[in-house]
């Protein structure tokens, strides 16, 4: 689903965000992105969703390959993903309905098929009572659950997360890595990037981790990488 | 890996991979009703906005309608202006003075002879008796003249050109040179520069209107345009927000390209109503002054043909000024 392969990235005017890094998160599978913050979780995450761009090495995503892939085929790809992000990124002049229902209007669904999917995902999170309420008036692990809502509303096989657990409780935490892991027993591709170790070990799903711009573990690959060749 | 069991089995709800899109039918069909479902959303969305922030909407509107008001405006004044004095230049007369002192049957003979061309009518025919007998009943000369020894007045024979084809400027000049040629004519006056020099005026109006409306025109893309601007700016993080979704950039252009659709349409219709609502205020003092002089002259307001152009005008300025500065703007918003 997504491979990495001698990639680097370089941001304008730094040191290499990401150096070297090879690996492959097969279809259907679920793994979290551990690191420090800087150790490039982010940029990774945004080389998969055409933030950003790689500087060198191949990216496949969907066998699609980004580094070849003209501009104005990314909204396309990036319908084929839904992400997570850390701060929601709600828009809060509509209600919590309009915005799960945002991916379907891009995708052009019809007001019926819209509305009956929309109320499904936000059956999934819990949050079909609140579907009129604007987020504002919601709490920081509902409007998470929300922005998952719409992450999901238009069916992605692959799920990107960025710190989705960021600023909430354990509890909290738990629950929304639980909703990931639902929609991952579905078939969904999912990739977490979280710094939270204690989260990442109790649910003891793969781990993909980054030190310094390098991989460090990759559970696909047998664990610690870095032995230097 | 061990994956402890989940609460509720809900997960079934949640499909096979391939996101199915919209039922059978080609491509092309399904596209076709995308678009039909999809700029009605935008149309309806963008007013809804503006009808969400109704000051600052109404605000715009009312610069635009006055941009458009005044140039249309003036267009009206032009426009009565010429109906007004439409009827004056038929009225282009020839008057062929003989020479002072000729005796009348001579006169009456060379009448004939400009009666007897092809390229004139003639209006009135003044001999020198009459022109004298006129002069002294409204000047009260008398007895100036009594103390001249003969008549210093010319016999006058008025002519209108004939046809249409004799009443530009040139074949005006022509005749007149035919008609100082024949013997026995002295002078032949247009008495039409006045008439000239008021079309040359108008001519020049409706230039100076023309470059009126130019530059309002103008005014109204960059009035447009940087409300359009400013509305990206406010909107920058919903706009970073659906690019991330997968927005296309014609679906994050469309709702700020019928913005600036709907301002320059409902600028355009205020503009009309402004324009309406003055000559109804005119239209009394208007007709009052025209029976002063006894015409029958009526103000009138745009023609149907003008009205439809006013508004086409509002909303292609609105369609072209939201386009520039989304061009502009949009690019260079980008998730990061």
Known sequence: MIRFDHVNKRYPGRLEALTDV???????????????????????????????????????????NLGTLPTRRVPWLRRQMGIVFQNHHLLYDRTVFDNVALPLVIAGYRSGELRRRTRAALDKVGLLDKERQMPITLSGGEQQRVGIARAVVHRPPLLLADEPTGNLDPALSREIMELFVQFNRVGVTVLVATHDIALTEAFGLPVLSLAGGRLARDDFAGGPVGAPA | MARRPER?????????????????????????????????????????RMWRNPAASLLTVAVIAVALALPGALWMLLKNAERATGGWDTGARVSVYLEPGLDPARAATIGDRIAARDDVTVVERISAEQALEEFRALAGFDEALEALERNPLPAVVVVEPAGVGGRSPAA?????????????????????????????????IERGVTVIALLLAAGVLLIIGNTIRLDILNRRE?????????????????????TGLWYGLLGAALAWLLLAAGRALLAGPAARLAAAYGSGFRLHGLAADESGLLILAGAGLGLVGSWLAVGRHLRAIEPG
Do not use: C
């Open chain 2, 238 to 258: 919903e706009i970073e927000v659906t690019k991330l979704i997968g927005a296309s950039d014609a679906f994050i252009r469309r709702p700020f390209l019928y």
């Open chain 1, 22 to 64: 090879s690996l492959d998160l097969p279809q259907g599978e679920m793994a979290f992105l551990t690191g420090h913050s800087g150790a490039g979780k982010s940029t990774l995450l945004k080389l998969i969703a055409l933030i950003e761009r790689v500087t060198r090495g191949t990216l496949l995503v969907h066998n699609v």
């Open chain 2, 8 to 48: 509720g089995a809900r997960g079934r709800e949640q499909p096979p991979r391939r996101p199915r899109r919209r039922g059978g039918g080609g491509r092309a069909g399904a596209r076709l009703l995308a678009w039909l479902q999809e700029h009605p959303r935008a149309a309806l969305g963008s007013l809804g």
């Open chain 2, 172 to 204: 005006l000049g022509r005749l007149t040179g035919e008609l100082e040629a024949i013997e026995g004519v002295d002078r032949a006056q247009l008495d039409l520069e006045w008439v000239e020099r008021l079309y040359a005026l108008l001519g020049l």
